[in-house]
C-alpha cells in the first residue's frame, strides 16, 4: 500500500520517541504530541486532535488497568503484613538461601524463568516480587538490579520461546505457513541464547552496584520498595505476635498453593490459567489474604483499614506507572485494534505495520540481512507494547523471505524473539514491565535503560547463531 502523510508522521514521531529515550529524557510529550498530530492529519480536523489524545489515553487505561489493579492488591496485602509484623518473618528462610546479593541474582533468574515458562509473567510476577525480591534486596542485591534479573528471565527469556502455553509460536507458525513445534523449538534455543547472554552481561554492568549483606541500605531499600510508611494503625488484637507468626506461614504457603494448584490445571486441568485469567486467580486470592490479615489485626476497625490499604495502593500504582498511559497511547495508535476507538473510524488505520509492509520489497536477499531484518521488524512491531499483535506479520515475512540457505521456521523465530522481548516487557515501559517496575519500587524507564544494552546484544548474538545452528 502506498503510504500518507500520517503514515509519515507516525513514523517521525517513532523516531523522534526512541531518540528522545537515548538520550534518557521524558518521552510524554512527544507521544501526546505525536497523537494530537496524527489524528489532526488523519482526520483533517483540529477538533478530533483532541479527542484522539483523550480517546488514546482511555484505551491505553483500559488495556493497562489489570496491571495497575494486581500492583495494587498485592501491595494492599503487602502493607497488611506489614501491619502484622508478618512481612519480615516470611522471608527469614527465604535469607538463608539468599545468602548474597550475587546468589540472589541468579536465584531470581531460574525462579522466575521456570515460573514464566509455565504461566507467563503477568500472573508470576506478583508471587515471585512478594516471595524473593525482598529476600533478596536484604541480602544486598539493588531493587533495579532484582528487576533486570526478573524481566530478562520472564519478559524476556521465557514469554519469548513461550514453549509450554505456545500462543506465539502457533501465531508466528500460522502466518509462516510451517508447523508449530518447528518454530517452538527454534524460539526455545534461541530464547535461551538470549536470556544467557543478557543476564552474563547485565551481572557483569551491575555487579559493582551490589552491596555486602550487612550493608543498612539493604534494609532503606527494602521498606522503600512499597513507598509506604507506618500506616498509623493500631492493632486491636491482643495476640499480634501469634497472628504475625501465622501469617508469615500461611501467605507463602497459600501463594505457593496457587503455583500448585495452576500446574495442575495446566497439566491435568481442563482450564489453563496462564496470561490474564492467571493474574486474576492470584488478584483474588491476594484480595480475601488482604481482608484476613487486616481482620486479625484491626479487627472491627479493619473496614476502615482495607480501604485505606487499597487507596494507597492505588494511589503508588498510579504514582510509579502513570506515565506509561500516553505512551502507550500512542502506539495503540500505531496498531489497528486500537486505532479504530482512538480515531472514531470504521476502517481502521494499521500505522505501524503498514509502514513495515511497505519496505518489505526492499530489503536485499542477503540471508545475514534477512536475518537481521526480520529482527528488526520484530522489535519495532513490539513498540505496540504487545509483542504477540506483530506476530502475524513477521510470520508473513518470514514465508515470503525463506531462501535455500535459512528457512522459513527460523526467520518467524528470530521474528518472534525481536517482537516479544521489545513488547513482552523488556525493553520497552508501556508493556508488562510496568509491573515489575512496580512491585520492585524503581523508574520503569530507568529500567528499560537497564535493560537496553545486554538484551539488544542478546538478541544480536542469538540471530547470529541461528544462521549458524539453523
Not at 3 to 9: A, F, G, V
Not at 305 to 315: A, M, S
Request: with cysteine.
Amino acid at each position: 500500500m502506498s503510504l500518507t502523510i500520517p503514515h509519515l508522521l507516525y513514523g517521525f514521531f517513532t523516531l523522534l520517541i526512541l531518540i528522545t529515550m537515548i538520550f534518557r529524557r521524558g518521552i510524554v510529550l512527544p507521544s501526546l504530541l505525536g497523537t494530537f498530530v496524527i489524528a489532526c492529519f488523519y482526520k483533517g480536523s483540529i477538533v478530533s486532535g483532541f479527542m484522539a489524545i483523550f480517546n488514546a489515553n482511555l484505551v491505553a487505561a483500559r488495556e493497562l488497568f489489570s496491571i495497575f489493579l494486581i500492583i495494587t492488591f498485592m501491595l494492599a496485602l503487602l502493607n497488611a503484613l506489614k501491619d502484622l509484623k508478618a512481612d519480615v518473618l516470611m522471608i527469614q528462610p527465604i535469607q538463608k538461601v539468599m545468602v548474597n546479593g550475587h546468589l540472589s541474582y541468579f536465584v531470581l533468574i531460574a525462579v522466575t524463568y521456570v515460573v514464566s515458562l509455565f504461566f507467563w509473567p503477568t500472573p508470576a510476577v506478583p508471587l515471585i516480587c512478594a516471595l524473593l525480591v525482598p529476600a533478596a534486596i536484604r541480602s544486598g542485591l539493588p531493587a533495579i538490579t532484582a528487576a533486570v534479573a526478573i524481566t530478562i528471565a520472564g519478559q524476556g527469556m521465557a514469554l519469548s520461546s513461550d514453549y509450554i502455553v505456545q500462543v506465539a509460536p502457533a501465531l508466528s507458525a500460522a502466518a509462516a505457513g510451517v508447523e508449530t513445534s518447528a518454530v517452538a523449538d527454534r524460539a526455545l534455543v534461541l530464547s535461551i541464547i538470549t536470556g544467557v547472554i543478557a543476564s552474563v552481561l547485565a551481572y557483569l554492568f551491575y555487579r559493582n552496584s551490589i552491596r555486602s549483606k550487612v550493608d543498612p541500605r539493604n534494609q532503606t531499600e527494602a521498606e522503600q520498595i512499597q513507598d509506604y510508611d507506618s500506616s498509623g494503625h493500631k492493632a486491636a488484637s491482643k495476640h499480634l505476635n501469634k497472628w504475625s507468626r501465622a501469617f508469615a506461614w500461611l501467605v507463602p504457603i497459600v501463594l505457593l498453593s496457587v503455583v500448585g494448584y495452576m500446574l495442575y490445571s495446566k497439566f491435568f486441568g481442563s482450564s489453563d490459567l496462564v496470561g490474564g485469567e492467571g493474574a486474576a486467580f492470584v488478584g483474588g486470592v491476594a484480595v480475601i489474604l488482604l481482608l484476613l490479615a487486616t481482620a486479625v489485626f484491626g479487627k472491627q476497625n479493619a473496614l476502615d483499614y482495607v480501604g485505606n490499604h487499597i487507596t494507597n495502593g492505588f494511589v503508588f500504582a498510579f504514582k510509579a506507572m502513570g506515565p506509561v498511559i500516553p505512551i502507550a497511547g500512542f502506539f495503540f495508535l500505531g496498531n489497528a485494534e486500537f486505532s479504530r476507538e482512538i480515531l472514531l473510524v470504521e476502517e481502521a488505520p494499521s500505522f505501524l505495520f503498514d509502514i513495515i509492509s511497505s519496505i518489505q520489497a526492499f530489503l536485499p536477499e542477503s540471508t545475514v540481512f534477512v536475518a537481521f531484518s526480520l529482527l528488526i521488524v520484530g522489535i519495532i512491531t513490539g513498540l505496540d507494547g504487545s509483542g504477540f499483535s506483530g506476530l502475524p506479520l513477521t510470520g508473513a515475512l518470514a514465508a515470503s523471505l525463506e531462501s535455500a540457505s535459512i528457512d522459513a521456521s527460523t526467520l518467524a523465530a528470530i521474528g518472534q524473539l525481536g517482537a516479544i522481548w521489545t513488547g513482552g516487557g523488556a525493553l520497552i515501559a508501556w508493556s508488562s514491565l510496568i509491573a515489575v517496575a512496580g512491585f520492585c519500587g524503581v523508574s520503569a524507564m530507568e529500567l528499560v535503560r537497564k535493560n537496553f544494552f545486554p538484551v539488544i546484544l542478546g538478541l544480536f548474538i542469538a540471530t547470529l547463531a541461528a544462521l549458524i545452528i539453523f
